[in-house]
């Protein structure tokens, strides 16, 4: 039996096939998962329907995390359509690309707030807003990177994010977990050449660099990516939550 058998998992931030997001789709599909996923605009709908036909998904709804009132409509749409939910992962992020270069005490408020609101408080409306429907003993996963932890050059405001949304993580893992048994729980990737990562200042060094100083002397796939999901939201991972799992190739572990 295939490990998320009868799961319904919606897989949220997907932007192409070398989205993080999509090779943790696509993992979770060959594991059984009937998958739902959102598009941000017309734009997106368009350039991911042959992701959503390639998945068999049973849901394919327009989503901006930044709007109230989209959030409540997919919610609806979900409890109409599956009527309850396993699996959610929030793979959403974004900052204006002219703060992800330079120096980070540059950015202007709204930009701050903007990124905060979509990168960090979005997985937190989605958690609230989705819990009615939520089953018992589900799952909730979203991904981070190292700029969390350390000082990453260019990466600036989407470390502050990250750091603000791994301590989300935390506080969420201990309500939910009272709540409903639900886990929550992080995957902070090594750097994978994604369309997010384009927007960020000399990104292929930063990918070079880990390459280099990575104890598997490698970068990461998001097949890898995938895998580690696969053992966080399936029942391998029932005794795990609020964790913060590196799958980086071993890299956050070196200091000289």
């Not at 605009?41 to 959503?52: D, G, M, S, T």
């Not at 270069?101 to 989705?130: G, H, N, P, W």
């Not at 886990?183 to 927007?199: E, F, M, Y």
Request: hydrophobic letters at 45%; glycine letters at 8%.
């Amino acid at each position: 039996m295939r490990l998320l058998q009868g799961k319904k998992a919606l897989i949220l931030g997907i932007a192409n096939n070398r989205s993080i997001a999509y090779g943790i789709a696509k993992t979770f599909y060959q594991e059984g998962a009937e998958i739902g996923i959102n598009y941000l605009n017309e734009k997106f709908q368009k350039k991911l329907q042959p992701i959503a036909e390639e998945l068999g998904a049973t849901i394919y709804e327009k989503l901006d995390v930044s709007s109230d009132k989209e959030i409540t409509d997919f919610v609806n749409t979900v409890k109409e359509k599956w009527g309850s939910v396993d699996i959610i992962v929030h793979s959403i992020a974004f900052a204006n690309k002219e703060y992800l270069r330079d120096y980070y005490y540059k950015i202007d408020r709204q930009s701050f707030l903007q990124a905060m609101d979509i990168s960090v408080y979005s997985f937190t409306a989605l958690a609230r807003e989705f819990l009615p429907i939520m089953n018992e003993g589900g799952s909730l996963l979203t991904l981070s990177y190292y700029g969390a932890e350390k000082v990453i050059y260019n990466y600036n405001i989407m470390g502050v994010a990250k750091a603000a949304l791994e301590a989300s993580v935390k506080y969420l893992a201990r309500d939910l977990g009272e709540i409903k048994k639900i886990r929550v729980n992080a995957i902070s990737a090594g750097p994978i050449k994604t369309l997010a990562a384009t927007g960020i200042a000399r990104f292929s060094e930063i990918q070079k660099m880990a390459e280099e100083k990575a104890p598997l002397k490698k970068t990461v796939s998001i097949e890898e990516v995938g895998k580690a999901a696969l053992f966080l939201c399936s029942d391998l991972g029932t005794g795990v939550t609020g964790e913060i799992l590196h799958v980086d190739a071993g890299y956050h572990i070196i200091g000289m």
